[in-house]
């Protein structure tokens, strides 16, 4: 894991990383280059001048060694300063971090952005990098990101990044709606259905009528009564 990535909030992601071009550790590393071409003239002397004597050939060769063990370590070093420099936008602030054993870091908050203004020469339109000043409402922060590799990209992923942040903050991005729901909606208790009188033919219904019209005439059931149980057993056929 990053070390960015332990300084994140709760819900904060990280949106676009980057670093200086290559060109800045060729630039801090120039002791290291100048360390290499004195070790080189050293012994192209030492093997010319001095290769008979022993007496001051021998420390121009230790002195050489040095000096190219010493540059590789400033060149390796310059390396790790390098990939420990790293600029990050995320959704809710510009970060840079630096320092390979101490650790600095310095972030500008999106919302605070008033600006940003890229300054690309001839040189760094062909080799990929710019100067990004931002240009925040606060005294502190970041204000100028040297020597940028895909600068004005950086930038648009910053302006993307607080033209969200600015939507949600204001409540104009709509909100995720409830999930749809792929099975059957869930049913409280309801009352028992009706029960269905079941059909009957023709022939019976014929019996059904005669037998209450007989139980009628008998004085058992009444005139309306009849004609209730007569069209309910219609309704049956």
Do not use: C
């Not at 049913?187 to 019209?213: C, E, F, H, N």
Request: no cysteine; aromatic share 8%; hydrophobic share 45%.
């Amino acid at each position: 894991m990053a070390y960015v990535d332990n300084l994140l909030a709760s819900g904060e992601q990280s949106i676009r990383r980057e670093h200086q071009h290559w060109f800045v550790v060729a630039a801090d590393a120039r002791y290291a280059f100048f360390a290499w071409i004195a070790a080189l003239a050293l012994i192209v002397l030492g093997q010319s001048v001095f290769s008979g004597n022993d007496t001051i050939g021998q420390p121009i060769g230790w002195l050489a060694v040095i000096l190219i063990l010493g540059g590789l370590l400033s060149f390796g070093w310059q390396i790790l300063r390098w990939q420990n420099e790293e600029f990050v936008v995320t959704s809710r602030r510009v970060l840079q971090t630096e320092g390979v054993v101490n650790k600095r870091v310095i972030d500008s908050s999106l919302e605070k952005i008033n600006d940003a203004i890229l300054t690309e020469s001839i040189f760094g339109r062909i080799f990929g990098f710019g100067d990004l000043e931002i240009l925040t409402a606060s005294e502190s922060g970041i204000s100028i990101l040297r020597m940028l590799r895909d600068a004005d990209s950086f930038k648009r992923a910053m302006l993307d990044a607080k033209h969200e942040l600015e939507l949600e903050l204001s409540g104009a991005r709509p909100m995720p709606g409830p999930a749809i729901r792929t099975g059957p909606p869930a049913q409280g208790p309801t009352a028992p259905a009706a029960p269905v009188a079941p059909s009957m033919s023709a022939d019976d219904v014929t019996r059904t009528l005669a037998s209450l019209a007989d139980l009628r005439d008998r004085g058992a059931i009444s005139a309306e009564e009849y004609e209730a149980k007569k069209a309910d057993l219609l309704h049956r056929i």
